[in-house]
């Protein structure tokens, strides 16, 4: 980890058209604050690699209701129906790659790898365009890493080094995409001392820059 | 029938497919009601494709954590023994073949296993989710759902929705019955006494093989 830093630097870290990875699950592990910031700026035509579309009002819902995203790379947009609208309108490019792929494309672009040669998609308007590789007589799709410019993870425990573990189902997406950018910065909720090193979930050499969360309350 | 009725009956009847010790993802809607009608002798370790194994039921006021959720977004618990992992290890175990069963709703399904459940183009857009990974890896997927929708067969012939997956469905619980996906074909394993095979086939575009199916259990 390079620092902490405050919430307000998040603006030397962004930029037009970006592509941004941003973990959670239904918002569930997305870190909110960072988001929040994000809408602040006003940064634009943002590409946003997430699992869903969040909520109009949670997660990056918020980036898409308040007209950031023109791309949007995810595996199910069902809950947030302004992300259909602008969809269908035309107004922001959705792309629907199914979980498994991506968190695995994601994985790759993280470590190293051109790709993935998954079964799933096969069949379906998911092959199309794509390149199908035959090893040990089974069929596989051909699907490329993926990496982003930043990425935008939650946290739970944050060691001094930058260490992190998470918490419950807000892990989902965050620890893949916390190798699979050129920069990445954490949202911490409680700072400590010390980890044992046999609960780190993310090593510090992966994370860049840490805002602790302000304690409501 | 009124709908309640025979959603409980659909996921009464699934719930006896599980054995003791199998890993099962339940998919949101009527195959998340399965869980409530699982066998007191049968331990299954409920999987969620957002990143646990061991899912309990609902959370009281006193043990809510809005840090646990299913697959759905909605509030859940954990047994004891259960554990939290990240996505790309949930799909290791749902690709890798370490689900036993997947228990999922859908559009449309048809007599070669294939199955159409997450888009209906110039209408309805939600996106796969997990489902594409859930069907492809899991060892046996069980198609929950009403057998027509507003009166529509469901079960065709073949999917005129894009699909889901391409033969990977083996068996698929409605309120008039049980199908079994086998390589020749569709077959009426068991029937609901509510209804006449008549009924069923009536109901069913599919071509239907029959050959002394069973009455359904729907105590």
Redesign the interface.
């Known amino acids: 980890m390079k620092q902490f830093m405050e919430l307000k630097q998040l603006k030397d870290h962004v930029f037009d058209g970006m592509s941004i990875m941003v973990g959670g699950f239904m918002a569930v592990g997305t870190p909110e604050a960072l988001i929040d910031e994000l809408v602040l700026l006003g940064t634009k035509d943002l590409t946003i690699i997430c699992n869903d579309a969040g909520f109009i009002d949670r997660g990056v819902g918020k980036l898409i209701a308040s007209g950031q995203v023109s791309h949007l790379i995810a595996s199910h947009i069902g809950l947030n129906p302004m992300a259909g609208q602008l969809m269908s309108t035309g107004e922001m490019q959705v792309t629907l790659v199914p979980q498994g792929t991506l968190a695995e494309r994601i994985r790759a672009g993280g470590a190293g790898l051109g790709g993935v040669l998954t079964p799933t998609g096969l069949g379906t308007i998911v092959e199309e365009g794509k390149q199908v590789l035959s090893v040990a007589g089974k069929p596989y799709l051909v699907e490329p890493a993926m990496r982003a410019d930043l990425s935008l993870i939650l946290a739970y425990e944050v060691d001094r080094f930058g260490n992190i573990t998470y918490n419950k189902t807000t892990r989902n997406f965050n620890p893949v995409m916390a190798t699979a950018s050129d920069k990445v910065i954490a949202l911490g909720r409680k700072l400590v001392d010390e980890l044992n090193p046999d609960h780190v979930l993310t090593p510090h050499i992966f994370v860049d820059y840490v805002v602790m969360e302000v304690q409501h309350g | 029938m009124d709908k309640m009725a025979m959603k409980k009956l659909i996921a009464k009847r699934v719930a006896q497919e599980f054995s003791d010790g199998d890993v099962v993802n339940l998919g949101i809607g009527l195959p998340t009601l399965v869980a409530d009608y699982i066998p007191h002798h049968v331990h299954v370790h409920l999987q969620?494709?957002?990143?646990?194994i061991g899912l309990g039921p609902k959370p009281s006021e006193e043990t809510y954590?809005?840090?646990?959720?299913n697959?759905?977004?909605q509030p859940v618990t954990?047994k004891t023994g259960g554990m939290?992992?990240?996505?790309?290890l949930?799909?290791a175990i749902?690709?890798g073949g370490h689900v036993d069963v997947t228990v999922l709703g859908s559009l449309q399904v048809d007599e070669t296993g294939?199955l159409a459940n997450w888009i209906i183009p110039g209408k309805m857009?939600?996106?796969?989710?997990?489902?594409?990974?859930l069907v492809?890896?899991s060892r046996k997927v069980i198609i929950a759902m009403t057998h027509t929708n507003k009166g529509r067969p469901k079960i065709l012939k073949r999917c005129t929705l894009?699909?889901?997956?391409?033969?990977q469905v083996n068996m698929i619980v409605t309120e008039m019955g049980v199908l079994e996906v086998r390589t020749d074909g569709l077959h009426l394993m068991e029937y609901n006494p509510m209804f006449s095979i008549d009924d069923i086939v009536a109901a069913t575009e599919a071509t239907l093989i029959i050959n002394n199916p069973k009455k359904m259990e729907v105590s």
Do not use: H
Not at chain 2, 84 to 88: G, I, Q
Not at chain 2, 125 to 133: C, E, K, S, T
Not at chain 2, 162 to 167: D, E, I, Q, R, V
């Open positions: 969620s494709e957002n990143g646990l954590d809005p840090d646990i959720t697959a759905g977004g954990l939290y992992f990240d996505s790309a949930s799909f749902i690709r294939s857009v939600p996106g796969m989710g997990g489902a594409m990974d492809t890896g894009p699909l889901t997956a391409k033969n």
